[in-house]
């Protein structure tokens, strides 16, 4: 690749940039194939693959690791900041106050309890941390029993926090899968059936066969069905 339109970055998975290699074409190899059969491929394709180049993938890992390495740095500065002095806020939950910490709010129960969290720190941890999660565990150990001054004292040095999802938040994204799941499956079956009362609504022009879009999912009408397309949500 040379050069791309920021218009197409939507039809892939990955952003594609210069430097990156068309790797396959619907699942199978380019390599050794010249202009003439690789845009013969082309013609009747519906993915590319991608290799990223691997200035790029190095790029990615240094810039990575540097913003990751900031953020430990804030959260050490803040635990070493914070331990000397009490509670910056007082907590009325739990009367124990509450510090930030590396863009996370902490009160201090045992285990201590996320009030509030800045949205620039969620790229950091591996699941989304919400309000009502608790700080489980600090490079791979429990916080369990542990005071306000102890917890400070490691976070002053850490690396890594883990946190356990509070019941509320687990129930609350159980449900909401749930009901996404269910109405995802309503959606499908409605345009299942409307599709089978009539032809199909669109050419397929690579089959000839002709192509619906079911729950958003756009299927071309070989045998099996190819996907054609797909909506993001």
């Not at 699941?127 to 004292?153: H, N, Y």
């Amino acid at each position: 690749v040379r050069a791309v339109k920021p218009e197409v970055h939507e039809f892939f998975e990955q952003p594609v940039t210069p430097g990156d290699a068309l790797d396959t074409i619907d699942g199978e190899s380019t390599k050794g194939l010249g202009r003439t059969e690789i845009l013969k491929r082309l013609a009747k394709s519906s993915n590319w693959g991608f290799a990223r180049s691997l200035g790029r993938k190095l790029q990615e890992a240094l810039r990575q690791a540097s913003k990751t390495e900031s953020f430990h740095d804030a959260v050490r500065r803040a635990a070493k900041k914070a331990k000397a002095s009490p509670p910056a806020e007082d907590d009325p939950a739990s009367g124990r106050g509450r510090d930030w910490i590396g863009g996370v709010q902490l009160a201090w129960t045992s285990p201590p309890v996320v009030r509030a969290v800045k949205p620039e720190v969620h790229e950091f941890f591996e699941q989304p941390v919400t309000p009502g999660d608790a700080l489980d565990t600090i490079d791979g150990e429990s916080t369990k029993g542990l005071g306000r001054t102890e917890i400070l004292k490691r976070l002053a040095k850490s690396s890594n926090w883990g946190f356990a999802r509070s019941l509320g938040r687990k129930l609350q994204e159980a449900l909401r899968q749930a009901s996404k799941t269910e109405s995802f499956h309503d959606a499908v079956r409605r345009a299942a059936k409307k599709a089978k009362a009539s032809p199909p609504a669109e050419d397929d022009p690579a089959s000839g066969r002709g192509r619906d879009w079911i729950g958003g999912v756009q299927l071309a009408w070989t045998s099996p069905p190819v996907v054609r397309a797909v909506k993001p949500e």
